[in-house]
C-alpha cells in the first residue's frame, strides 16, 4: 500500500490522489487503507517515516547513532553523515516537499505533520549534537544547540529539493557537499 501511495501521491500530489486510488492500486479496499493508516494523513507519515529508514537491514537513524559513538576521527565521521543524507534524501525530501506544499494550501492536518515531522528532526539533530559534544567530536566552543542548527539546516527538504532538484546535483554530490558543510561548520 505505502509503495502505491507514494508513488500516485508524488505523480498526482496530495489533494488529488483519493484513497480509492490507492486502494485500487495496491490491490486491496478503500476499508483496509483506513483501517491501517486512518486516511490520507496517515499514510503520508507512513510514507515519511519509512523514508527514513534508508537503504538496508538497519534503519539509518540506529546506523548514525553507532557511528557517533563509535568514530574515532571527527572528519570521518562528516563523511558518514554526508553519505546518510545521500541514502536518506532522495527517498525524504520528496515526500517532504509533498507535506509542505499540501500545509501551505490550507490542509491542516498536513500543516500538523509538517510541525510534527520538523519538530521531530530537530531533536533528533539536537541528540546527534549532544553525542557529538560529548565525544569532544565538536570544535572547541560550539555548542550543542549551535551543532544542532547547522544540521537541522543541512538536513532541510528544500536544501536538496534546490541543489538535486532544481540545479541537477547528483545524491552523491549533494552527500558530499553536506559532508564539507558539516566539516566547515562543526570542527
Sequence with gaps: MLARARELFLAQGFGPTT?????????VSPESVYKNFGGKPGLVRAIQEQSLLGAGGTPAEQRSDLAQLTATDSLALMERLGRFTTEVGPLEAPIMLLIRDAAASGDAAMAD??????????????HNAQQMKAR???????????????????????????L????GWS??????????TLRANLL
Design 164 to 167: 538535486v532538484m532544481k540545479r
Design 19 to 27: 484513497i480509492a486510488q490507492i486502494a485500487r492500486a495496491a490491490g
Design 113 to 126: 505533520l509538517l510541525r510534527e515531522v520538523d519538530d521531530a528532526r530537530y531533536r533528533r539533530m539536537l
Design 136 to 162: 569532544g567530536l565538536l570544535r572547541p566552543g560550539l555548542s550543542a544547540l549551535e551543532a544542532a542548527d547547522v544540521m537541522f539546516t543541512c538536513t532541510t527538504s528544500e536544501l536538496y529539493e534546490t
Design 171 to 180: 545524491a552523491e554530490r549533494y552527500g558530499t557537499f553536506i559532508a564539507k
